[in-house]
């Protein structure tokens, strides 16, 4: 495989480093706001 | 106070006729083996060249599936009856009991591998063209790791939710190296291209290593509630 | 803390920026692979902090069975600090240095290492107490699978360019990882699928059983090697020294990003756990109806997450 279709893995890879980063932190911003929720309707 | 391997043959031996007792169970999973063995036959070709190859793999991927099934069905009984609550009361140390229903199961699963062993010979007419003795070794040493490490987790699985789909997979992943061993020796000695005797001493290590952490935890396993 | 993180968190996504732009544009590029092998700065970082973190949720795990009778801290506490011992001594044996060379590994590293798990332990030991060790086990397993992840999906989207194929079996790296990663999903699963207060304990020797294991993964796929004839990897050998920096600076980035995540992982189970804690405690406390119920089923319970 020659060095410039090469290219598109290396673009590719750095991509879903970052999706699954953000999937995670997404994961727990969703979480925390559920959980804030909860605390909430227990204060009332 | 009884001895501490009297207390494990004891439980032994009422787990054996316990089991024997409800024969319908047994006779139920050795259909299951029979119909697993069957189900591989038609998916792998077995008059083809390399079926030496991969009948190492088929008969052990054949084993643990068995081995899953029969675990779980013990553990089913004792919990219908509340057994375990009457074990962690018991003055008896816990190991031994965990002993007695390792051997117990081990006893139960070797029974099916008797039955899928020849039946595995016989529909892929298998030759042994390395030391077939060493057969006998893997066999032992690979059925005592995957049935030492399912009963500790099908205990550790007891109280979650799916316990049944719990204990493959909390087994599968850490014995991926024993099963690694067992299928290359059995594939080595089938085939007498290289020798298996590495993968006998992993085996018994992993043995040696697994026994020993079931035993020393399986006190914080019972106990953890 | 609390007050530190956003500075922190901007300051972690520059240190990444700048990580990102001498990844791409100053390490030179690879003779033989060309541009893609800038995929290492990123594959190779996150294998480390991965293993790092699985390193201290088994750290966790041990110091929380071991704290539960202090007898078996005691015992703990000796183990450890004859572990450390005879790391240090060890890779200085004659036999094992010539060992160590085999593997391209120095003596000194080999013994640095070594002490390393005696210290992880006493400094979890003296800033984790109790249901914190926990906690820490938790997070550290949750986000070291999120690392493992990306070491696992990373790898065969470098290794097709470069080998031609996805996946080698006898690839002992790749191979072990995958199983590391198996065993800490399935440790996630068992916290998942389990009710009560039994579930750290059971996990924490699940953790056990796991670190037992990778050894034994390792070395029967490092035999398993020897004996089928593996795909040629061009390459290898030592690394250009500015290659290295920049792997170095790139690992520093992704470890300031760990930690914040792992830190925002930590309050969050903390947070959750004290939720719960209200949670059964008012239903507890509601005058008839659940009051009359056995708690214990309540308590018990917990709440997805």
Redesign the interface.
């Known amino acids: 495989?020659n060095?410039a279709?090469?290219?598109k893995?290396?673009y590719?890879?750095?991509i879903?480093?970052w999706v699954?980063?953000a999937s995670?932190?997404g994961s727990?911003v969703r979480?925390?706001s559920r959980?804030r929720r909860?605390?909430k309707d227990?204060g009332k | 106070m009884r001895s501490y391997w009297s207390i494990t043959l004891a439980t032994l031996a009422k787990d054996i006729r316990l089991e024997w007792r409800s024969k319908d169970a047994l006779n139920a999973m050795l259909f299951f083996s029979l119909l697993v063995v069957v189900i591989f036959v038609f998916s792998f070709d077995p008059l083809a060249e390399e079926s030496r190859h991969i009948a190492g793999g088929l008969i052990w991927v054949a084993f643990l599936f068995a081995t899953v099934v029969a675990l779980n069905q013990t553990w089913a009984r004792e919990l219908r009856n509340q057994v375990l609550d009457a074990y962690r009361v018991s003055p008896a140390p816990a190991t031994a009991l965990f002993l007695a229903k390792a051997l117990g199961n081990f006893i139960l699963v070797s029974l099916l591998e008797a039955l899928m062993a020849p039946l595995f010979v016989i529909f892929y007419n298998l030759r042994v063209l390395g030391p077939a003795w060493q057969l006998i070794p893997v066999a032992l040493l690979g059925t005592w790791a995957l049935v030492v490490n399912g009963t500790f987790f099908a205990a550790m699985s007891v109280r979650t939710r799916s316990r049944e789909l719990m204990l493959p997979l909390l087994l599968f992943p850490v014995s991926i190296p024993a099963v690694l061993g067992m299928v290359a020796a059995t594939t080595n000695i089938l085939t007498g291209e290289n020798s298996a005797h590495f993968y006998i001493v992993l085996l018994l290590t992993y043995d040696v290593v697994f026994t020993t952490a079931c035993i020393g935890l399986f006190d914080t396993v019972l106990q953890a509630e | 803390m609390k007050k530190a993180f956003p500075i922190l968190a901007v300051l972690t996504a520059l240190f990444l920026a700048y990580a990102f732009y001498q990844a791409m544009f100053i390490a030179p590029t690879d003779a033989l692979?060309?541009?893609?092998y800038?995929?290492i700065f990123?594959?190779v970082p996150?294998a480390w902090t991965a293993f790092l973190l699985f390193f201290i949720n088994f750290i966790a795990s041990v110091q929380y069975l071991a704290s539960a009778k202090p007898s078996s801290a005691r015992a703990a506490k000796w183990i450890v600090i004859a572990v450390g011992i005879i790391g240090v001594v060890v890779p200085f044996l004659p036999q094992v240095q010539q060992w160590l060379n085999t593997i391209g590994m120095y003596p000194s590293s080999a013994a640095t290492t070594a002490l390393m798990i005696p210290a992880a332990y006493f400094l979890v030991g003296k800033y984790f107490l109790g249901q914190d060790l926990d906690v820490l086990a938790v997070t550290a397993a949750e986000?070291g699978v999120?690392f493992c992840?990306?070491v696992l999906?990373?790898g065969p989207?470098?290794a097709?360019?470069?080998w031609?194929i996805w996946w080698a079996p006898g690839d002992i790296r790749l191979t072990s990882t995958l199983v590391l990663w198996l065993i800490y999903v399935s440790y996630l699963v068992l916290r998942h699928f389990s009710d009560g207060a039994q579930t750290q304990k059971l996990a924490a020797v699940l953790a056990v059983f796991g670190a037992l294991d990778i050894p034994l993964v390792y070395f029967s796929i490092w035999f398993f090697r020897t004996q089928h004839p593996q795909p040629v990897i061009g390459g290898g050998g030592s690394m250009d020294p500015r290659m290295l920096h920049v792997l170095l600076i790139s690992w520093m980035a992704f470890l300031c990003?760990a930690f914040l995540?792992c830190w925002?992982?930590f309050q969050?189970e903390k947070?959750?756990r004290e939720?719960e804690e209200?949670?059964a405690l008012?239903s507890l406390l509601e005058p008839g109806g659940s009051a009359g119920q056995t708690s214990k089923g309540k308590v018990l319970s917990r709440g997805r997450?």
């Open positions: 495989m060095s279709s090469a290219v893995f290396l590719a890879a750095y879903a480093t699954v980063h995670y932190i727990l979480r925390y959980l909860q605390m227990m | 692979q060309g541009d893609v800038r995929i990123y594959h996150s986000v999120v992840t990306i999906i990373t989207i470098w097709r360019p470069v031609g990003f995540v925002a992982r969050l947070l959750r939720v209200a949670e008012e997450q």
